[in-house]
């Protein structure tokens, strides 16, 4: 595939903002790689034409393909689609918070409730208790009772004969009598979806209101992974989603698959038979598997770096010579934003002692508020820009009338490039002095 993709961005290099030919041609070749994947069709569909928007007309990084720009756009797209932060489980209620595993049979609904109530006990300190519902298969409630033994976890003790729902609210009970933190019901499964099925966890869920209703389906779960989440979100509206076998060799399609039919987060990932083997859900690391593009997308970030540094450079020179007007301003708080911080940007200024250095990074600003300073900038003119003095009573009520901002913003944004401002000039004057010392002692 690598190789195909080769071919095809061969034709195509050159730089510039991506063409529809462009980003059509490697389209083309991620379709194939999501397909390869197991990632349902339908799916697959609504994922390319929503990169092939996002793409076009975005500019090419020197030095890389605009296929593989192409490809890095997409593996962003995919990272934000199967959820661009980790989500954990919803414990925040009054205890006990109910837990509720569901799914079809195999797959690996038992063994993740006793990984969850293991890590939970252990790591999190939470008293659990386990309960199984399923009372259908010959020693199910057995096996969740010896998982329980190993895991070092209560379970609800069996009764022979008593059907789910009140096997739900026995649990419930005990819950609630005996302090318990998280109670988690194990439900029943079936090969395929059914009616009788889905009635009975539903059954289960008005009688228990479950916090957090688990699907656990198997990462090797191909094109009826579209089919088996909407059935278990239309029926029993499902909060989160849990991965099993990510151990073996299936790319996980699954994963994006059923992400963008519920919308639920992917939330765990089982990683093997043990108890311990329970993962947190890393999106950018499903992505790099489910596309198999993972050097293309590390090239383009390593371009991406290369520009940033050679940006940050270019501003770190022009403010050893003392010279920074607004422009500057919004090139700093731009890379502040790529960066994450002023600090890396002041290691490349020569003369900054520690105190000041530290000085700089206190005065770091958080996102939102650099995205408003940004705005206000982008309203200014750019001969203002060039020459803030410019910039009078009647001028700062336009400014903040265009970005949606206020007076006292833009004259505490005024404020801080002018101490900008004259912090550099120091830096300038002290770079000097260091320049001579260094001349003096060489
Ligand atoms: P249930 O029918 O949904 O309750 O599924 P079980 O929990 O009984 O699991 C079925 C089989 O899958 C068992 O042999 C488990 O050991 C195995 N299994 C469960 N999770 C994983 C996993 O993450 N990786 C692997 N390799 N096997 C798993
Ligand atoms: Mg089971």
Do not use: W
């Not at 302090?179 to 539903?202: F, H, K, Q």
């Not at 479950?210 to 088996?228: C, F, I, K, R, S």
């Not at 520009?307 to 010279?323: N, T, V």
């Amino acid at each position: 595939l690598q190789e195909r993709l080769g071919d095809v961005f061969d034709k195509l290099r050159r730089r510039g903002a991506l063409s529809e030919e462009d980003v059509s041609a490697a389209l083309r070749e991620v379709r194939i790689a999501l397909l390869e994947a197991d990632v349902a069709l339908p799916v697959v569909k609504d994922f390319v034409e929503g990169v092939r928007e996002k793409a076009i007309g975005q500019e090419v990084l020197r030095s890389v393909t605009p296929g593989q720009m192409v490809i890095k756009i997409v593996n962003d797209h995919l990272v934000e689609t199967l959820g661009s932060e980790h989500s954990a489980l919803n414990l925040t209620t009054t205890p006990p918070t109910v837990i509720m595993m569901v799914g079809l049979q195999g797959s690996g609904k038992t063994t993740s409730c006793a990984k969850i109530a293991m890590r939970l006990t252990g790591k999190e300190k939470q008293k659990v208790l386990m309960a199984s519902l399923d009372v259908r298969r010959p020693a199910a409630q057995e096996q969740l009772r010896v998982l329980g033994e190993q895991a070092l976890v209560k379970t609800l003790n069996i009764v022979p004969g008593e059907q789910p729902v009140a096997i739900a609210k026995r649990a419930l009970q005990s819950g609630a009598l005996e302090g318990y933190d998280v109670v988690m019901l194990d439900t029943a499964g079936r090969l395929a979806i059914d009616e009788e099925l889905m009635a009975e966890v539903a059954a289960v869920r008005d009688a228990t209101k479950p916090h957090e209703t688990l699907l656990v389906a198997d990462a090797m779960t191909g094109q009826d992974a579209v089919n088996v989440a909407s059935a278990f979100q239309e029926k029993l509206g499902i909060t989160g989603i849990m991965l099993t076998r990510v151990d073996g060799d299936a790319r996980g399609g699954a994963a994006l698959s059923m992400r963008a039919v519920t919308g639920c987060p992917i939330k765990l990932l089982g990683s093997g038979e043990k108890l311990d083997a329970l993962e947190d859900f890393h999106p950018d690391r499903i992505a790099s598997r489910i596309l198999g593009m993972g050097d293309v997308v590390s090239l383009v970030e390593k371009a991406a770096e290369t520009i940033d540094q050679e940006d940050a450079e270019k501003l770190a020179k022009k403010m050893q010579k003392g010279k920074f007007d607004l422009d500057d301003l919004a090139s700093q708080l731009k890379q502040m934003q790529k960066m994450g911080g002023l600090s890396s940007l002041m290691n490349m200024l020569p003369g900054m002692n520690k105190a000041q250095m530290a000085k700089m990074q206190n005065a770091k600003l958080d996102d939102s508020l650099v995205k408003r300073q940004l705005a206000m900038l982008s309203s200014m003119t750019p001969k203002e820009r060039a020459k803030p003095e410019l910039i009078k009573a009647s001028r700062k009520v336009r400014i903040a009338g265009g970005s949606g901002t206020t007076v006292q913003e833009i004259n505490k944004l005024l404020k801080q490039y002018q101490e900008a401002n004259r912090m550099m000039k120091k830096v300038k004057k002290m770079g000097k002095k260091g320049l001579m010392r260094q001349g003096m002692s060489g």
